[in-house]
């Protein structure tokens, strides 16, 4: 079981940056595979990118490669999103996903697909005008 919470979202002109954070209470990002999500109004919530449990995989969506990082600070139990080069098209809810990794013969891959993850956040806006 783990909760967690989004912020940083925002409103910004075209070609701004953002850092998104996902800060996760009970266990440790150590035990999940963790991934970013948005989802626009009247579309379906789509792949961001994702990392997978021990940190070493790391998948980017083609829509934001090369403009987006993500980064893990498992001490600090928090995931960041920094979003740079911001477009419209980049409007959407943000949503920070887990996934319970707890076989030790479990591949080490980043997930991509929404039906893979069993704990989501709240969501932040984050909006992008031109």
């Known amino acids: 079981q783990v909760q967690l919470v989004e912020s940083g979202g925002g409103l910004v002109q075209l070609g701004g940056s953002l850092r998104l954070s996902c800060t996760a209470s009970g266990r440790t990002f150590s035990s999940y595979a963790m991934g970013w999500f948005r989802q626009a109004p009247g579309k379906e919530r789509e792949f961001v990118v994702a990392v997978s449990k021990s940190g070493s995989s790391t998948y980017y969506a083609d829509s934001v490669k090369g403009r987006f990082t993500m980064s893990r600070d498992n001490a600090r139990n928090t995931l960041f999103l920094q979003m740079n080069s911001l477009k419209p098209e980049d409007t959407a809810v943000y949503y920070c996903?887990?996934?319970?990794?707890?076989?030790?013969?479990?591949?080490?891959?980043?997930?991509?697909?929404?039906?893979?993850?069993?704990?989501w956040g709240q969501g932040t806006q984050v909006t992008v005008s031109s």
């Open positions: 996903a887990a996934k319970m990794i707890v076989f030790s013969a479990s591949r080490d891959i980043a997930y991509t697909a929404t039906k893979d993850y069993d704990y």
